[in-house]
């Protein structure tokens, strides 16, 4: 094994929005960096399904289901997690929801804002506080947020969207004070626009913009993140708090 592959040897971790995606990548570079990892997704069947593909590859990877709008389930998904791992040493914070994408603020409804709220934001605080126990017993816990550029440069006509996400960067600030007495860290990532699943809806002249403005001309993958969250969860990381990372080819530059 080289010095990367043993970067989170020992360590236990949760992603959330594992199933697929994003979500999946960092699963699998956080196994193969010599973790055991939770992936919890809402999509029930498909959450087993990639655990059993990861384990399939040799690592040590476990599907629970979890539905970030509901507070039960939040609670099930850090019961069985724990039981699972035994303990719990970092946290990734990666599930969202869009549902607002093409739509101005005047055709936004209320009904959507509301869920991108519940998820987007109050799903990653609930899941934050239902972990921090575990967290703390661990001696060196670590939270990784998943924010987004978005918020960086103001996207147009995904408000909800944008507003959570720059939710995620406030909150990641305030968590980091909050929590650095317990020796955990908190950073958030913020992505462009990948090329996922999930961003299959988005127009082509959106991902040219990205595209024609990035400073490394070419479309974004999810492995292009997982190297930021694999230095947020591990030792590397431990005096770096509170910060937001973008990580989009040079897109938006702050």
Known sequence: M???????EGRRVLVTG???GLGYAFAQAIGRAGAQVVIADILAERVQQSAAELV??????????????QPDSIDACIAETTHLLGGLDGLVNNASITNSGGKTCEELSLDTWDQVMQVNVRGTWLMTKACLPALRASGHGAIVNLASDTPLWGAPNLLAYVA?????IAMTRSLARELGGDNITVNAIAPGL?????TAYVPEARHRLYNDQRAIQRPQLPEDVS???LFALSDLARFITGQTLPVNGGFVMP
Do not use: F, M
């Open 56 to 69: 399939a590859e040799g690592l040590t990877v476990y599907g629970v289901t979890l539905d970030l709008a």
């Open 227 to 229: 190297g930021a969250v």
């Open 194 to 198: 990948v090329l996922v699943e999930a």
């Open 18 to 20: 594992g199933a697929r």
């Open 2 to 8: 080289t010095a990367l592959n043993r970067l989170l």
């Open 164 to 168: 959570s996400k720059g939710a995620i």
